[in-house]
């Protein structure tokens, strides 16, 4: 079955940066676009970008343009994702979800676990 | 802030049907792209509910249905039992921001 595991929580200061890991299983890893996407405590869900985890291509929210960045490792089925300049509007779960369906009409079928990411000085 | 439009909260008792709107523009929902919805039990991730406006995953029970219009969207749970106690956010794809939107989320209570 698909399994999507994420790296444990992470606490940073103000203007540091985070990168979290998504590790993927039971499928072919490089059939399937991953995005990530982000839930301050309490409030919605906000789309922060795609990656193809083929050819590496990335696609960004445009309020997140400049501090993210979105990586992948085929060698491990791993994806990335690199937030900088943090701020503590920042604190998180952030999830990385697999892609279904197709292009503009996309959905997310399966979900990683989250990653807790607290933003404090 | 979000481009998708939801009410904060629908409640009913259990056996009920409740909807879930949500409303968008045209260069969202309006401008033909698919809605899809989600479902988020309290500390746990999102789980996909309904794909392409009114498509069911295996496993998800037929009392879920979407449907689309316009430039709108709704979710409906008919039979509400007590495990359907949860948040909801619909999802589609937004051409002015060249990217992927969810909606403001609903709370569902069962009474």
């Known amino acids: 079955q698909v399994q999507l595991v994420q790296s444990g929580a992470e606490v940073k200061k103000p203007g540091a940066s985070v990168k979290v890991s998504c590790k993927a299983s039971g499928y072919t890893f490089t059939s399937y676009y991953m995005h990530w996407v982000r839930q301050a405590p309490g409030q919605g869900l906000e789309w922060m970008g795609i990656i193809n985890p083929s050819g590496g291509s990335t696609s960004y929210a445009q309020k997140l343009q400049g501090r993210v960045t979105m990586t992948r490792d085929t060698s491990t089925s791993t994806v990335y994702m690199e937030l900088s300049s943090l701020r503590s509007e920042d604190t998180a779960v952030y999830y990385c979800?697999?892609?279904?369906?197709?292009?503009?009409?996309?959905?997310?079928?399966?979900w990683g676990q989250g990653t807790l990411v607290t933003v404090s000085s | 802030q979000s481009v998708l439009t939801q009410p904060p909260s629908v409640s009913g008792a259990p056996g009920q049907r409740v909807t879930i709107s949500c409303t968008g523009s045209s260069s969202n929902i309006g401008a033909g792209y698919d809605v899809h919805w989600y479902q988020q039990l309290p500390g746990t991730a999102p789980k996909l509910l309904i794909y392409?406006?009114?498509n069911r995953p295996s496993g998800v029970p037929d009392r879920f249905s979407g449907s689309k219009s316009g430039t709108s969207a709704s979710l409906a749970i008919s039979g509400l039992q007590a495990e359907d106690e949860a948040d909801y956010y619909c999802?589609?794809?937004?051409?002015?921001?060249?990217?992927?939107?969810f909606g403001t989320g609903t709370k569902v209570t069962v009474l």
């Open positions: 979800a697999r892609e279904g369906g197709d292009g503009y009409n996309s959905f997310l079928w399966d």
């Open positions: 999802q589609s794809y937004d051409s002015s921001l060249s990217g992927y939107v």
């Open positions: 392409g406006n009114s």
